[in-house]
């Protein structure tokens, strides 16, 4: 069975940094490309990063450029989302998936097949 698991989620001051890691199981994340999305109450869910298979090309929101880092460690099965600089409009619940694609990059929820149960971050003002 396919497994994601999100942690390093939690509460930050503004202009603090966090690490959210996303443990994959009963595949190998190296035959995917694998991206993170963030939703809030009432929202749809939203594109954050992704990253292709074996990390040559990075993709992310505008509004997290410059501020927001994804990688990867295919030997650990993980993922990695760095957050910097973080804002309180950066407070969501974030979420690991799974890419239907290895070499392409994908920002549309419909491009991602498995998901994680998602950790949340929180940014005060």
């Known amino acids: 069975q396919v497994h994601l698991v999100e942690s390093g989620g939690g509460l930050v001051q503004a202009g603090g940094s966090l690490r959210l890691s996303c443990a994959a199981s009963g595949w190998f994340v190296s035959t995917f490309a694998m991206g993170w999305f963030r939703q809030v109450p009432g929202k749809e869910r939203e594109f954050v990063a992704t990253i292709t298979w074996n990390g040559d090309t990075t993709s992310y929101t505008d509004s997290v450029k410059g501020r927001f880092t994804i990688s990867r460690d295919n030997a650990k099965n993980s993922v990695y989302l760095q957050m910097a600089s973080l804002k309180p409009e950066d407070t969501a619940v974030y979420y690991c998936?799974?890419?239907?694609?290895?070499?392409?990059?994908?920002?549309?929820?419909?491009?991602?097949?498995?998901w994680g149960q998602g950790t949340q971050v929180t940014v005060s003002s």
């Open positions: 998936a799974r890419s239907i694609y290895k070499r392409r990059i994908g920002v549309h929820v419909s491009e991602y097949d498995y």
